[in-house]
């Protein structure tokens, strides 16, 4: 019989469930379960409903149940930065903010009354975006004081999930790193930066490597679901277990996380931290093996996804590509503008930019994903010059996972801005990355290297070419 091995993973727009197993030195999976996802308005504010989110990761647990396929172990992965405060008795304190909330503004003038810029990107090696956990956490203190009276613990979101699941609270180290609070040195809470700012220390849990075991379902889960499994702490960032998928033995390969957020970058042994990182707005995030995701995140696929959620119709994301591909309208945008965050309407986010810059107004739906495919490109290419710099190193070819591998478009523009060839798939990179480290915690490999050379071979890998 096949060990089965269950990544939760979750996603800003769904969630779903991937079984994993085995089979003749090759990994197979199966969706077991699918369920919506999205920030959802709460008296003004930009919230997730973890509530829901726990009874969906039980309903597909269920599932695993119904089909005869129970996991020996699983892992839950999700978006980065956001978190939960509990108090004493393990309720939530407040809401459970969206990163997209605009709370956060102003909340970076505030921190660096306490720690100058450069000096807190020396410190954490962190690329500074405003949704980040510090500028979250100085919101509170700002605005709700009286949830840090009487907060006792704070849990990145994951490992809240994982906490319900298990009653064990565990802090896993690659999403702790997106708070910008983490030494990358230490690979620990920098506890002097906590105090410097004010946060209470008794907050922040002692932090844990991926790999490790958090525990079994307690009997509540056990009943309900009707079985029981070893929860790992997987890398829960779900960017970080797509980076552990990549498809290749390389030591320094460049690759795009693409989903959401393009995450482009590369693997380091040692944080960079200086100020010319910081310039090119680079960051330093944790990964498996306490490698270094060098990366820069992109705006990527979110203004796509936007984009679709206005057609008068709803079109597949292949036929958009289609559409896309046949417009000759040159104009660029700059995809990590602040006002393609969170617009009222993308779809008119892009054209005022077109419109306040000079250039040729997109008129049609195809012409704004023209655009906006284009300028994806574009910025690609414009960072991997960026990276090259910084690491010295020439990277052939860019790999390029999670579900824009898909994009066959998005990929032609991506290798001819580029000029590189690009490796495209496998597209479930993220729950693929969660597996295989729970697999290797369970030894069925040795270690990261020998799992990626088995992702190779367990999928289908396309080329595009300038």
């Not at 003004?44 to 309903?59: N, P, R, T």
């Not at 129970?70 to 309720?91: C, H, Q």
């Not at 203004?303 to 057609?311: A, D, N």
Request: hydrophobic fraction near 35%; glycine fraction near 8%; aromatic fraction near 10%.
């Amino acid at each position: 019989m096949s060990t089965y091995y269950l990544a939760v993973d979750i996603g800003a727009s769904s969630g779903r469930h991937m079984l994993g197993c085995l089979e003749d030195g090759k990994i197979k999976l199966e969706e077991i379960y699918r369920f919506p996802n999205g920030m959802n308005r709460v008296d003004g504010s930009l919230c997730w409903d973890v509530e829901a989110l726990f009874y969906e990761i039980k309903e597909g647990l269920k599932r695993c149940r119904e089909l005869g396929k129970a996991p020996s172990f699983m892992g839950i992965d999700t978006w980065a930065v956001d978190y939960v405060l509990l108090d004493k008795e393990n309720r939530i304190l407040g809401k459970t903010y969206g990163y997209r909330d605009d709370r956060t503004s102003g909340m970076d003038a505030k921190v660096y009354e306490e720690i100058a810029l450069k000096d807190l990107y020396a410190r954490t090696g962190i690329q500074k975006q405003i949704f980040n956990t510090i500028y979250q956490l100085m919101a509170v203190k700002q605005q709700e004081p009286e949830l840090f009276e009487k907060a006792e613990s704070m849990l990145m979101i994951p490992d809240y999930f994982h906490f319900l699941l298990t009653g064990v609270k565990r802090t896993e180290y690659t999403n702790a790193t997106t708070t910008q609070l983490v030494s990358p040195v230490s690979k620990d809470w920098d506890y002097g930066l906590i105090d410097m700012l004010g946060f209470p220390k008794r907050i922040f849990g002692e932090i844990s490597r991926p790999g490790t075991l958090v525990g079994n379902f307690t009997k509540e889960v056990q009943e309900e679901v009707g079985f029981d499994c070893q929860v790992v702490l997987t890398v829960t960032h779900d960017t970080g277990s797509a980076v552990a998928a990549l498809p290749t033995a390389e030591e320094d390969a460049l690759y795009i996380s693409s989903g959401t957020w393009s995450l482009m970058g590369t693997e380091l042994s040692q944080a960079d931290c200086s100020p010319e990182s910081r310039m090119y707005n680079l960051t330093n995030e944790g990964g498996y093996e306490y490698r270094f995701r060098y990366l820069k995140n992109i705006m990527g696929l979110w203004m796509i996804q936007s984009v679709r959620k206005e057609l008068a119709e709803e079109y597949s994301y292949g036929y958009i590509c289609e559409q896309a591909q046949k417009q000759t309208i040159p104009s660029i945008v700059d995809c990590n503008d602040d006002v393609f965050l969170a617009p009222p309407s993308m779809a008119e986010a892009v054209k005022d930019y077109c419109e306040r810059t000079g250039q040729q107004v997109p008129e049609d739906e195809w012409e704004i994903a023209a655009v906006i495919y284009n300028s994806l490109g574009k910025c690609y290419g414009d960072t991997i010059g960026q990276i090259e710099q910084m690491t010295g190193k020439h990277y052939e070819r860019i790999y390029v996972v999670g579900g824009g591998s898909n994009a066959e478009y998005l990929n032609q523009v991506t290798a001819e801005y580029t000029g590189r060839t690009v490796c495209a798939g496998p597209g479930e990179a993220t729950a693929i990355g969660n597996l295989l480290v729970q697999m290797i915690c369970n030894q069925e490999f040795a270690g990261l290297k020998e799992a990626r050379a088995c992702v190779k071979e367990s999928f289908e890998i396309k080329e595009y070419k300038k």
